[in-house]
């Protein structure tokens, strides 16, 4: 499972575009205007879609912020236009802390974030790739409500963003981890076939994934509106991305 994991890791493009030596933020938790260092990140989530951040970094508190500027298209995702994930000084040398609290959505699609009590709440993802500790253990005091925090390296922005998309987007998504692997998985054969005939899209992929044909045709359909493969003439597919 863990090589599976780290695959989904891999699959998240993350590429800085602009780079801010000097700039100012308004932080709604101090509710002050801050200075500092300021990054912009596009992120292409595989599961999700295109993302861009904003990273702060306020060299004075230690702290940095994570907001999250543009969302892919839907109703869930719209909610967390504009959110943040503040990580803040440990009394680790060099590690800065993010209390752990996930999203989640009821039937009417309305975007709550709870605080994680217990270790088995913690996505599996979460507990696989980043220290975890007590808040306080990574505090050195204890606050009502929050009890487990991630450990990041000061200056790991990218790794940062990676924990936005566990925590707040990954746990709302509509597609599951298991359907985009099936998804990338189809596409990856589907290219080492290039012009590839269906039929044989179908028997490889029932011998290397087990994938009956129902769920073949399923993925083609969800890859092929998505615009990432098309039907060049009957019984034939390639790949356009």
């Given at each position: 499972?863990?090589?599976?994991?780290?695959?989904?890791?891999?699959?998240?493009?993350?590429?800085?575009?602009?780079?801010?030596?000097?700039?100012?933020?308004?932080?709604?938790?101090?509710?002050?205007?801050?200075?500092?260092?300021?990054?912009?990140?596009?992120?292409?989530?595989?599961?999700?879609?295109?993302?861009?951040?904003?990273?702060?970094?306020?060299?004075?508190?230690?702290?940095?912020?994570?907001?999250?500027?543009?969302?892919?298209?839907?109703?869930?995702?719209?909610?967390?236009?504009?959110?943040?994930?503040?990580?803040?000084?440990?009394?680790?040398?060099?590690?800065?802390?993010?209390?752990?609290?996930?999203?989640?959505?009821?039937?009417?699609?309305?975007?709550?974030?709870?605080?994680?009590?217990?270790?088995?709440?913690?996505?599996?993802?979460?507990?696989?790739?980043?220290?975890?500790?007590?808040?306080?253990?990574?505090?050195?005091?204890?606050?009502?409500?929050?009890?487990?925090?991630?450990?990041?390296?000061e200056g790991d922005?990218?790794?940062?963003?990676?924990?936005?998309?566990?925590?707040?987007?990954?746990?709302?998504?509509?597609?599951?981890?298991?359907?985009?692997?099936?998804?990338?998985?189809?596409?990856?054969?589907?290219?080492?076939?290039?012009?590839?005939?269906?039929?044989?899209?179908?028997?490889?992929?029932?011998?290397?994934?087990?994938?009956?044909?129902?769920?073949?045709?399923?993925?083609?359909?969800?890859?092929?509106?998505?615009?990432?493969?098309?039907?060049?003439e009957e019984g034939?597919?390639?790949?356009?991305?």
């Amino acid at each position: 499972m863990v090589g599976v994991s780290l695959r989904f890791l891999k699959e998240i493009k993350i590429t800085k575009v602009e780079e801010r030596p000097e700039d100012a933020w308004f932080d709604l938790s101090l509710r002050q205007l801050r200075e500092g260092r300021v990054h912009f990140y596009r992120v292409r989530d595989f599961l999700t879609g295109e993302w861009l951040f904003k990273v702060c970094s306020d060299r004075e508190l230690g702290r940095v912020m994570v907001r999250a500027l543009k969302c892919p298209p839907g109703r869930r995702f719209a909610q967390l236009e504009g959110n943040t994930m503040m990580f803040q000084k440990s009394v680790i040398e060099g590690l800065l802390y993010d209390v752990i609290s996930l999203a989640q959505a009821d039937e009417k699609d309305q975007i709550r974030r709870r605080v994680v009590g217990s270790m088995e709440e913690i996505p599996a993802l979460v507990k696989e790739h980043f220290e975890i500790k007590s808040y306080e253990e990574a505090t050195g005091k204890r606050a009502p409500g929050k009890y487990w925090v991630t450990l990041s390296e000061e200056g790991d922005e990218k790794a940062m963003i990676i924990l936005f998309l566990l925590e707040r987007v990954w746990p709302i998504s509509p597609t599951s981890l298991e359907e985009r692997l099936k998804s990338i998985n189809l596409m990856d054969l589907i290219k080492g076939l290039e012009r590839a005939k269906t039929e044989d899209v179908y028997r490889v992929a029932g011998e290397q994934f087990g994938l009956r044909k129902e769920d073949v045709d399923a993925l083609l359909v969800s890859l092929e509106r998505s615009g990432q493969i098309e039907r060049p003439e009957e019984g034939y597919i390639k790949t356009l991305k």
